[in-house]
């Protein structure tokens, strides 16, 4: 089977047998268990993560509680830019909702990557910018909404996490708590 940046890449140039082999050594592929960490808060970031099947929560710790900031699925990226680029603690978890299989993109070995294949460096360093930009206009987008309205576009948008993580975790998703999200749920079936 075919890494699947392998697979990616290949759609858009043509990539040497020397070229794969280093694709598949820079960016292993792991699976994890459900409940498992990709990053705890606290830890220094090295590197980021593509997900192939599973899912991943984004949350914060605040005064005790854990709120969730997203949720990542197959073909979907997440990393803490911050944390990578200044070398600094994380502020934010990353944790498995689900048995979760990943590529994982370790800083050292991609910039191994880029000096070894310099043609990649602007193509992968165009890819992250897009999906970052994406990332946040849709995070900006979603919290301008009120919860009701979130909860609508998740149902519309991305259906399949209703059933893939706990009720309280989209509560907390939305911003609101399990009672509230369960109001708005009553509300959407009498509609």
């Known amino acids: 089977m075919k890494h699947i940046f392998v697979s990616l890449i290949s759609q858009m140039t043509k990539i040497t047998q020397e070229e794969e082999l280093f694709i598949a050594y820079t960016f292993p592929i792991k699976t994890f268990e459900k ?3 990709l990053l705890r808060e606290g830890e220094v970031a090295k590197g980021s993560f593509f997900i192939i099947k599973g899912c991943v929560r984004e949350y914060v710790l605040l005064d005790g509680e854990e709120k969730t900031i ?3 699925t197959e073909n979907q990226s997440l990393a803490n830019q911050s944390s990578i680029s200044n070398k600094t603690p994380s502020k934010i ?12 993109t370790d800083v050292d070995k991609e910039k191994a990557f880029y ?16 999906i970052i930009g994406e990332q946040r206009e849709q995070l900006t987008e979603f919290y301008r909404l ?3 309205d979130k909860y609508v576009k998740l149902v519309k948008e991305r259906p ?15 911003g609101v708590k399990p009672e509230t999200l369960s109001r708005i749920r009553a509300r959407m079936v009498q509609k």
């Open 146 to 148: 009120k919860p009701e």
């Open 115 to 130: 000096n070894k294949f310099p043609r990649f460096k602007e193509f992968c360093l165009e890819e992250m910018d897009r």
């Open 35 to 37: 409940g498992a960490y």
């Open 160 to 174: 399949d996490l209703l059933n893939r993580v706990p009720q309280y975790q989209i509560a907390s998703y939305l």
């Open 93 to 104: 978890n990353f944790v498995c909702s689900e048995e979760t299989t990943v590529v994982i």
């Open 70 to 72: 997203a949720f990542y």
